[in-house]
């Protein structure tokens, strides 16, 4: 069984209303085999507040979930602990297993 790593996890973009209940982050996190340089796989997740999610049905009838994360206050500490303990759960004997297993909950990006 392979044993992923969160390698990394970088905000590339957010979003900041005039509350600090009101928020929209993209982040963007290498995983990667543990104990392995390579291959590393690049996934978004994009964090938002209800509030945020709220306004953003407004604009449009649904919105979908993969790789959306929901939290009341932003806290990057908190989106990298939950990520670390799904990514137990995507332990596979293949890299390709693991990939589509990662893949129920962030969108990959591209492979490196």
């Known amino acids: 069984m392979l044993t992923l790593h969160l390698y990394d996890l970088t905000i590339i973009d957010d979003e900041w209303g005039e509350n600090h209940n009101d928020f929209y982050v993209k982040l963007e996190a290498?995983?990667?085999?543990?104990?392995?340089?390579?291959p590393i796989e690049v996934f978004?997740?994009?964090v938002t507040s209800p509030y945020r999610l709220s306004s953003m049905l407004?604009?449009?009838?649904i919105e979908t979930g993969r790789g959306l994360f929901?939290?009341?206050?932003?806290n990057i500490k908190a989106v990298?602990?939950?990520?670390?303990k799904?990514?137990?759960?995507?332990?596979?004997?293949s890299w390709e297993e693991c990939l589509l297993a990662?893949?129920?909950?962030?969108?990959a990006v591209c492979e490196t």
């Open 44 to 46: 978004s997740i994009y």
């Open 102 to 107: 990662v893949n129920r909950y962030a969108i």
């Open 80 to 84: 990298e602990d939950r990520f670390k």
């Open 86 to 93: 799904l990514l137990l759960h995507c332990s596979r004997p």
């Open 30 to 38: 290498d995983i990667g085999i543990r104990g392995h340089k390579s």
């Open 70 to 74: 929901i939290m009341n206050d932003f």
């Open 58 to 61: 407004k604009d449009q009838e």
